[in-house]
């Protein structure tokens, strides 16, 4: 059975039969809600309702890819393009019981487990790898989509602890994984499946400071290092940030330490008055809370977060490593600030296409991806309601949290992300602060149903607060419903109407503006109805959510289904059939694909070794300047040394260079060219100049530079013999380690055309050997005469060291959780959980 299924997808991700067995399976939880188990769970009904609605919405968002055989994302983006092959490499190693530490078929090779965005160690993507024979993007798509369930489910859970009832917490829980944020990023698998567990954390980290908690602190350990090993270093920090200043929130309402924090933090709910959120066996009462308890808040905290991290040491230690050796390293502020939200594009809370359909008929001077952040017209104004009907201190907290999150994506806009920058570690690390939209998106999301439980608490009338904020918001919608339809949409309009040589701009405008006059008349009226006592109880809460649901979904739907076979770029089987054979024939080579018809990274899906790649921000450094250099011209020595044996063009391409000849074309309109002057894999050498690193990089760059006659060391080795003969060819070829063959009548050097890197080591026949750098770049080592076998193994040390720091956080988060078990069986009456 192949490791990598390349057909085209001819069906949806799942069965049809799955659908109708989803429903009996909710109708059975239903029934044992409401008969055998509602004595002992009297609120298990709601949230199986619920849960069902949910599931119901997740389907029909994304009913086209899982029942049809259309693909996500529209367009395909790095999600075909960058992490499929990443993850198509991690699955054909983990099925063979090989832990991937070095990726050998891109960019020359390179550390496979440090890079972040490669998620070795998340769990879901083990267990995909394993499930999925063979491995496809149908299994990546799936695995993608299913992150919007967790992150779905999360919301509504958290929603549920912060007082919520059942129906209210559905319109978080639909809110968050459909806004902007989470759909426009379907594509950034990593960013996707980090964030979605950001709720959860919330979670955690909330029940861990009212309970006093170490179960909970456990909890907050699993679901960081979920964070942390779904790779992507920037949702990490931006989460550990915000979870902190929670985390903080908690701490001082648990010893009333803030103005105000003497009052219950109240839900409400359909067909209740207030919900107060279970606070566990804190007391309510003001009292004086003894100085050791903070510690325990704060213990409790530290352990959690950094017992999380370092279940996924293995590859964060490592990953802190490449980064300081990769192109990304050293950004500058302009650098970091690159993907800001301008303040023109905040039309888009209002108007999500203002500015066209990304990636259609998108006209916008920015990223329309990066900078998306709608959650719908009701949900900013349900949000308002919460905030104005009942201003406490968690609604409060999330409103400065949305606002917070909001400023810093503005970039150097505004001085919030600057201070960041200069202020706070990490942060002069990562770029694109338009992502901290994702906090905008959840704290809209969470008060939006507060503001439905507002609405929904009351069964007969509403309080005055909560009637003056809906009269309020009322006269809003109204106004701006009036201003829209009697003066911004007959402008567009006339400019429609009268203009000869019409771009598709002011169409693209009226339509959204359009959209935002029907969803301000339906909010208005869906206002009206509540203040006249025409909806009540449930009702308000249903007819919110598919108010809601009908906004987000429409508004979203041009990131969801593509029509187009995204995944025909990794289909060559012409070119990588001939390309196989060679290498059987002559021993392995690098490629060098010059068509955008070719997936850039096709070589990590294939097997094949790729002098380049798609654009990895872990990319080392100075491989990939050289890279950059031999690329702009291929008839210099440079080239030559990178071992590009063969380039990938298309059939009308201009010849390459002199040293190229043409040597198959395929049905395809492909044309594969030979560079007869490309150096081998591996060879002998029996001089060297000894110099510093910086010096061999320069000097492969110059025009009369020839790897032939000069190889450049840096390091000390024994010294080779001149005059020397001899033959090397690789036996063995491994991601993690290669066996090379030698026969030389003298004392020499062997040089091995994979990138150097820490944690590389070489042993000569069986015993340790000293290895230098060759031309500041690759590996190399002497050897004495006679025939040898020269064995160069990945082994990070970092690497090691955090296997021996995960397994100490195991058995610190298996403490806290026997630590919390035991805890909650001490106190009688105690909230299980």
Do not use: C
């Not at 590996?779 to 040898?788: I, L, N």
């Amino acid at each position: 059975m192949p490791m990598v299924d390349l057909a085209p997808r001819t069906a949806g991700l799942i069965p049809l039969w799955l659908v109708p067995a989803g429903a009996l399976l909710w109708l059975g939880l239903v029934w044992l809600a409401r008969g055998p188990l509602r004595s002992r769970w009297p609120g298990l009904l709601g949230d199986v309702v619920a849960l069902g609605a949910l599931g119901l919405a997740h389907l029909l968002f994304f009913w086209r890819p899982l029942l049809t055989p259309t693909q996500v994302p529209r367009g395909g983006g790095d999600l075909v393009s960058f992490v499929f092959p990443l993850h198509a490499f991690s699955a054909a190693q983990i099925r063979e019981g090989i832990i991937p530490l070095w990726n050998p078929h891109l960019h020359g090779g390179m550390p496979h487990l440090a890079n972040f965005q490669a998620a070795v160690l998340y769990p879901l993507n083990l267990l995909t790898y394993l499930l999925a024979r063979p491995f496809s993007y149908g299994a990546l798509e799936l695995l993608a989509i299913a992150h919007f369930g967790i992150a779905s489910i999360g919301a509504y859970l958290l929603a549920r602890t912060l007082g919520m009832r059942p129906l209210a917490a559905v319109v978080p829980g639909i809110v968050f994984p459909y806004s902007g944020f989470l759909v426009a990023h379907l594509g950034h698998y990593g960013m996707l499946a980090a964030a979605s567990w950001v709720p959860l954390l919330l979670l955690a980290l909330r029940l861990m400071v009212v309970r006093a908690s170490w179960g909970w602190a456990a909890a907050a350990a699993v679901v960081t290092f979920l964070i942390t090993s779904a790779g992507h270093q920037q949702t990490l920090v931006y989460a550990l940030t915000v979870g902190g200043a929670w985390w903080l929130f908690w701490v001082a309402h648990r010893h009333r330490l803030l103005p105000g924090m003497l009052r219950p933090i109240t839900g409400g709910a359909e067909g209740t008055a207030t919900v107060q959120p279970d606070t566990g066996v804190i007391p309510g009462e003001l009292r004086r809370w003894p100085w050791w308890s903070l510690v325990g808040d704060a213990l409790r905290a530290g352990l959690a977060v950094g017992s999380g991290v370092a279940l996924a040491a293995p590859m964060v230690l490592p990953s802190l490593e490449m980064a300081r050796l990769s192109v990304r390293t050293g950004l500058s502020y302009e650098q970091a600030s690159e993907f800001s939200i301008q303040p023109v594009a905040l039309l888009h809370l209002l108007v999500p296409k203002a500015f066209g359909s990304n990636p259609t008929d998108y006209w916008g001077p920015f990223s329309n991806g990066e900078i998306w952040a709608y959650a719908g017209i009701a949900t900013l104004v349900l949000a308002g309601i919460a905030l104005v009907a009942r201003p406490e201190p968690v609604r409060l907290l999330l409103g400065g949290l949305g606002l917070a999150a909001l400023l810093f994506a503005l970039g150097p806009y505004t001085p919030l992300h600057g201070w960041f920058y200069r202020f706070v570690p990490l942060y002069d690390l990562i770029r694109a602060p338009a992502r901290a939209v994702l906090y905008l998106d959840l704290a809209l999301a969470l008060l939006a149903g507060f503001g439905v439980s507002e609405l929904a608490a009351h069964a007969d009338r509403l309080a005055s607060r909560v009637a003056g904020a809906v009269r309020l918001a009322l006269r809003v919608v109204l106004a701006g419903t009036a201003a829209l339809a009697l003066f911004v949409i007959p402008v567009f309009y006339s400019i429609i109407l009268s203009a000869n040589d019409l771009s598709n701009r002011p169409v693209i405008a009226v339509d959204g503006l359009n959209l935002l006059f029907l969803y301000l008349a339906l909010t208005a009226v869906l206002l009206w109805a509540v203040l006249g006592g025409r909806l009540q109880g449930p009702a308000v809460a249903v007819a919110a959510t598919v108010l809601i649901v009908v906004d987000l979904f429409g508004a979203t739907a041009t990131f969801n289904p593509s029509p187009d076979d995204i995944t025909g770029g990794f289909r060559h089987a012409e070119a990588v059939d001939y390309l196989r054979t060679e290498a059987e024939r002559s021993g392995p080579f690098r490629i060098e694909a010059a068509t955008a018809r070719w997936q850039p990274d096709l070589a990590a899906v294939v097997g094949l070794d790729d002098v380049g790649g798609l654009y990895d921000p872990m990319q080392p450094r100075d491989y990939d300047a050289a890279r950059r250099a031999a690329v702009d011209n291929r008839d210099q020595g440079l080239y030559d040394l990178l071992g590009a044996r063969f380039l990938i063009t298309d059939a009308d391409a201009e010849p390459p260079g002199a040293s190229f000849r043409r040597v198959h074309e395929t049905d395809d309109g492909l044309v594969i060219w030979e560079n007869q002057d490309a150096m081998p894999r591996v060879w002998l050498a029996y001089t060297a100049e000894q110099v510093d690193s910086e010096t061999a990089l320069a000097a492969i760059r110059q025009a009369d530079f020839d790897p032939r006659e000069t190889l450049y060391l840096t390091g000390e080795l024994p010294p080779a013999e001149p005059g020397g003969q001899g033959e090397v060819t690789i036996e063995r070829l491994e991601a993690n380690r290669v066996h090379v063959r030698v026969q030389t009548d003298r004392p020499a050097y062997v040089v091995l055309a994979d990138p150097d890197y820490p944690g590389w080591v070489a042993t000569v026949d069986g015993e340790p050997a000293e290895s230098a750098t060759a031309y500041g770049l690759f590996r190399a080592v002497t050897v004495p005469a006679g025939e040898h076998e020269v064995v160069w193994r990945f082994q990070p040390p970092l690497a090691r060291a955090g296997a021996a720091v995960s397994l100490l956080a195991l058995l610190g988060v298996g403490a806290m959780a026997l630590f919390g078990w035991r805890q909650q069986r001490s106190v009688p009456g105690a909230p299980q959980g």
